[in-house]
Every structure is written in C-alpha cells, then in structure tokens.
C-alpha cells in the first residue's frame, strides 16, 4: 500500500514562515471557485507509526488554512491533478485526528499475537445537541401543519363542518402528521446507521434490489401499516403502494397508474370528508387549482391575523420574531416545515471519506471495494435546523489485519481473519499479565515446531464460568480442538 508522500522539511523552523504567504496565495485562488457546495475529502489508512490521513477541501479561508496548518503540523498544497483547494497530509502516531470542520472522530488498533483489529469512527456535523436541533425542526414542522389547519378552517362555510374539521385535525390530524413525521425520521435515522450513503433508486433504474435496498423497505414498510391503522389508506391500498415497487423499478406506466388509481381517490376521499362537493383533480403541477391554492395560502400566512396568532403560540417562533408580529411587523424569519427549508435553504456540506483497511470490514455502514481494498463514506450534511434526519450519520468501520508471517507458522496458512481476529486479539486484552505472558510463550513456541499443546494447555486452562475464567473465543477453539459437528457428537 501507497504510503502519502511527506515532506523532510516539514518541522523546519523556516517552514511555519512560508505558511502564510501560502494560505493567502491558495485563498485568493479558491475565491474564485464560485458557488458549488462545499466539498472534503478523506483518504486513511493504517501507517507504520499510527493513522496516516490526507484532508482535501475545495473551499477554506485564511483562518482554516491557519488551524488546519497547526494540526497537520505542515503547510497545505494544491489539491491534487490540478483542482482547486487545497491539501493536507500527515501521520498521527500520538496525537488526537484533527477536526477540520467541526467533525469528531476516533481510531483505535487493538495489536494481537495473529494480528491486528482497528477501529474507525467519524461524525460530521455542526451542533453536538442533536435533541435540541430535533425539537425545532419538529416545532417547525407543527406550525406549518397549524397553519394548513387554520387555513382550510376559514374555507369550510357549513358551521357543523368546521367544528368537525377543527375536532379532527386536534385528534387526529395533527397528532398523526407528527407521529408520522417521526417514525419517518426515526426509519431514516435506522437506515442512515446502516448505510450513510443509501440513494434512492431514480425512476429509470432497472434491476432487481441489492441487499440495501431490501433493507430500506423493510425499515419503511412499517410506515404503510402506520397509515392503514390510522385510517388514511385501506389495507389494499397499502398493499398495492408496497408493490407498486417491489421489483425495484417502477415504470412510467406503473408511476401513472399508482397516481391515477391510487394518489388521487386518496386525497379527493379526505378532502370530501369536509367539503363534499370538493373536486382537488389530479396531484401535480399541471393542476392550477392545487397551484392557486397554495399561491393563497402563502398570501394568507404573510398577511392574515389567525396566521399571526398561530405563529405567536408556536414555540417555533422566536421571542424577537413573536415582539415584530405584535406590532404588525410582518418581516420575520419563518422556519421550514420539519427542516425542509423553503426557498432551497443553505448548500449542504459534501463529504467523502476513503478507508484503506486492506481488509473487508466486518461490521461497517460504508461501501467495501474489495478490487481497491477500500471503505467509502458518501454524504450531503445539512445545518442543524435544516436536517431531515434525527442526527448527521457517524462513519464507521471495524476490520482486522492478519499477521500472516506469525498465522502460517503456527496454523500453515493464514485462517483467523475479520472478526474471529478481532475476538481473538480482544480475549488476549482481557488477559492478566502473568496469563499473557504464558500465552505469548506458548505462540512463540508453537512458531518454532508448530507443535500446538502449550496452546491448548492454556486454553484448556481458562475454561469454565467463574469470574477469572477466560474461555477463548470459538474460532480459535476451532483451530486448537477437534470440535464435534453438533452438540449429539455426531
């Protein structure tokens, strides 16, 4: 594997000099890059003297190429084949993983007698209170559905129908849209930890579902249950929404048809239920009376006074906010309905992180590259009120290395990989240092003559279930030991 290239002359007192004339050269340059989404990249692997780790940004000012100067101890360089941004490289033998832009982050190796396990950890994100940063996208999201409710109210002519929309929407509506709204996050959240980097599939990709996929509507399918047990979809309904795209791709026909038969009757049906004389039409924006209605309802919140008193009982709003809207200032920051930000809202952050492990990870939410031995991490990270997610995802990767020299002389061949390495480098940690001792005596041994009884002696030794009993993992009982097929010994 590729060691990054590193400069002699990096802890040269001259060095911390030349630093600043070539933040400012690079920053000038990276003015110019417009306005694309701010882009890091991480490349890591395992080095010789602890985690080796290039950073590379296509955007940072004087004062980030300053801070991230001093943590890589060297200066940056030109991205590499010529792009704009800047670069940064170093080793982290005995120093803390720097943060480059308010990520949090760990590495660990935990060295065994047959190899090595490491661990890898990353979260990018801009608040540490992600409860906080929740609750507001969850009282955004309540105030917007408090308007809708107030809105429609003041549409519905007959008194009888309103007091029932009004009774409605406090029991069941707009309960139910936050439950909803919450399972949703919470299933994204699931997902998320699974996979950072999931997509969902576009409308013209074809092929049957990957192991992801199949994932993610397992996590989703409850929220069909959640809709037929509230009442807002029949269970055929829900069963035809499920297989609408259970193969994995669903055709322009397919699309259409769900719209027509199923999207539509839906939505005529609950509106009816108030208005009966309602004829919403077809859900899209070639329907102009969808289209004028939300244009009045955007009139309606920027000028109507029930609007003003739903956003003055909305913790949502400001106190600052709530103080210009008594004095019929209407000027004010509105949030967007559960973080989705209205007018498009800020760039997200898009970050990419490339681990070389050499080794398939046994437990990872990112994608393994066998071909390249590498883990990727893909995703966009929103600011905190603009989430749709209850958390930004944390990056993560546990594997294991053989040491293959130590393996062929005791086993033959290289045999205790991924996690049985990773058990068996942990059960040597929970070792004492007398029992350590004569356990490192024995593999020694047994890498002279490959005779395998201290060994098994020692194992044998630390059997049973008291507490300073050391049963070894079973993989390597399965190397040490004729173990029978099944508990019958057959």
Request: glycine content about 10%.
């Amino acid at each position: 594997m590729r060691k990054p290239r590193r400069s002699r002359l990096r802890n040269h007192p001259g060095v911390r000099a030349v630093h600043a004339f070539a933040c400012l050269g690079l920053t000038a340059g990276m003015l110019a890059t417009g306005c694309t989404n701010r882009q890091v990249k991480i490349q890591m692997r395992a080095g010789e003297s602890g985690p080796e780790r290039i950073f590379e940004t296509n955007r940072a000012d004087v004062d980030d190429l300053q801070r991230l100067s001093e943590a890589y101890e060297a200066g940056p360089s030109r991205r590499d084949k010529g792009k704009d941004g800047v670069r940064f490289e170093a080793a982290f033998k005995d120093r803390e993983l720097p943060s480059e832009v308010g990520n949090r982050n760990g590495w660990s190796s935990l060295p065994g007698e047959f190899g090595t396990s490491y661990l890898y950890i990353e979260q990018f994100g801009d608040v540490r209170d992600d409860w906080t940063a929740f609750r507001s996208r969850m009282d955004a999201g309540r105030l917007w559905i408090e308007l809708g409710v107030a809105f429609f109210e003041g549409r519905i002519k007959d008194e009888e129908a309103r007091s029932e929309w009004r009774r409605f929407a406090d029991e069941e509506l707009v309960p139910d849209l936050m439950s909803a709204f919450l399972r949703f996050t919470a299933n994204g959240f699931v997902q998320q930890g699974q996979r950072v980097d999931y997509r969902f599939r576009a409308p013209e990709a074809r092929g049957p579902r990957t192991d992801d996929e199949w994932f993610q509507v397992q996590v989703f399918t409850p929220l069909i249950g959640f809709a037929v047990e509230r009442g807002w979809i029949t269970a055929e309904e829900g069963q035809l929404v499920l297989l609408s795209g259970i193969d994995g791709w669903v055709s322009a026909g397919e699309r259409n048809w769900s719209r027509t038969t199923l999207a539509d009757p839906i939505i005529e049906r609950s509106v009816q239920r108030f208005v009966p004389e309602a004829k919403p039409g077809r859900i899209g924006p070639e329907n102009d009376q969808l289209i004028l209605l939300g244009l009045s309802f955007l009139w309606w919140v920027n000028t109507s006074q029930d609007a003003a008193e739903v956003m003055l009982a909305s913790p949502a709003i400001s106190e600052e906010d709530k103080s210009k809207l008594r004095s019929g200032n209407r000027f004010i920051d509105m949030p967007g309905p559960f973080g989705i930000p209205i007018g498009g809202g800020d760039r997200p952050l898009e970050s990419e992180v490339v681990l070389e492990t050499g080794a398939e990870p046994f437990v990872t939410n990112g994608n393994w590259d066998e071909s390249l031995g590498t883990v990727t991490f893909e995703t966009r990270l929103y600011p905190p009120e603009q989430r749709r997610r209850m958390a930004p995802p944390v990056f993560h990767a546990s594997w294991a290395v053989p040491d293959r020299e130590v393996q062929t002389e005791v086993f033959g061949e290289v045999v205790l990989v991924g996690r049985d390495l990773a058990e068996v480098a942990f059960w040597e940690r929970t070792l004492d240092e007398e029992d350590l001792e004569v356990w490192v005596g024995a593999v020694a041994a047994a890498r002279q003559d490959g005779d395998l009884s201290r060994m098994v002696d020692f194992v044998e030794s630390k059997e049973g279930e008291g507490r300073d009993d050391r049963p070894a993992p079973l993989g390597l009982r399965g190397l040490l030991f004729d173990e029978p097929d099944d508990e019958n010994g057959s």
